[in-house]
């Protein structure tokens, strides 16, 4: 019975907030790699369209609200995000035609691109947070969990009880669909195929009649609902605040690189390596070592080897090595 509370015990801490959390990183790694692979550069202002995206959304949330719409257990937000995607398309379509054209037009380095697309990401964060405020803003409504700890309780008689989260269990089911979509997209329609042959050879794709600003936008599109799509669950899952989305793109990098730069399955499996690892690190293990220890071992101590307040040195300590060890990452993408 200790053993099946010991299992309960990680899968409420560990394994489903882990598992939720990998899904919104893998979804923010995916735009990373495509813009890495397709148009060549990092582009750091990626947590700050993720951002942009989830305050369309939950703009058109508090509408929705007012109005009196819902979606009864489900959040609004899940009907306001198809407008958040739409919103986050027009800013990055903007944004490329103002400022990146011009310097891909110029044949610019990698790096005047990184250089710039910091520059996109003060601009943006200010703007987020002129329009909406930089506190915590909570959007969430509906149903609140899937099966509550009290609930598991009653049903199992276990002494601890399981808590699914409702964000936690659409983030994984949301994150699976669109994972799934993506790469038929990529492998299986004509326009997908283009932009893999533009990402693979750019002179040979030219001469095979490949509209090269066409790839562009089609990428630019698609890293704007994946980025929307990543910003709303998380916001969903914790919070909405501006600032925490400049701090994920630490962990979102991350991903990419540790599975390899510029291939889409090598930043959903980096997600979940970095989700895991940094929940892992930071979680208390004393609840779950005092079910599976004999009564006279049990721990004294939370035995948590870092604490939350460290949780982004858990992805960067990782960065580091991939890039010291193996830096074309798990799944051999382009060295860094």
């Known amino acids: ?146 099966i509550s700890a009290r609930t598991f309780k009653e049903m199992t008689g276990l002494q601890e009880g399981l808590a699914f989260k409702t964000s936690q269990g659409i983030t994984i089911v949301t994150a699976v669909i669109v994972v799934g979509v993506l790469f038929w997209f990529l492998n299986r329609t004509r326009t997908g195929k283009s932009m893999r042959a533009y990402s693979d050879n750019e002179d040979l794709a030219l001469l095979s009649g490949i509209n090269p600003e066409r790839v562009v936008m089609i990428t630019w599109l698609i890293v704007a609902g994946l980025a929307t799509i990543a910003g709303v669950l998380y916001g969903l899952d914790k919070s909405f605040k501006p600032f925490t989305y400049f701090q994920l793109l630490l962990p979102i990098f991350a991903s990419a690189i540790v599975g390899g730069l510029g291939n889409p399955l090598g930043a959903i499996a980096g997600g979940f390596v970095i989700a895991f690892s940094e929940v892992t690190v930071t979680y208390a293990w004393k609840k779950v070592a005092t079910y599976v220890l004999p009564e006279s071992m049990a721990p004294d101590t939370l035995i948590q080897l870092m604490s939350t307040d460290y949780k982004l040195a858990v992805s960067f300590v990782i960065l580091l090595i991939v890039l010291l060890v193996k830096p074309t990452g798990l799944f051999q993408g382009k060295s860094v």
């Open 1 to 146: 019975m200790d053993l099946l509370n010991a299992f309960i015990a990680l899968l409420n801490f560990v394994i489903i907030p882990a598992a939720s959390y990998g899904a919104q990183l893998a979804l923010g790694a995916l735009g990373v790699t495509l813009i890495y692979g397709i148009l060549r550069f990092s582009n750091f202002a990626h947590g700050d369209t993720m951002a942009f995206g989830a305050m369309v959304t939950v703009l058109f949330t508090w509408l929705f609200q007012s109005w009196g719409i819902s979606l009864g257990p489900l959040p609004t937000a899940l009907l306001a995000l198809p407008f958040g995607i739409l919103g986050c398309m027009a800013l990055v379509l903007t944004t490329d035609r103002v400022v990146y054209r011009f310097y891909r037009a110029q044949k610019a380095k990698p790096v005047i691109f990184v250089i710039v697309s910091l520059g996109v990401t003060f601009i943006l964060n200010g703007l987020v947070r002129f329009i909406i405020g930089p506190d915590d803003q909570r959007f969430q409504d509906g149903e609140r969990f899937i």
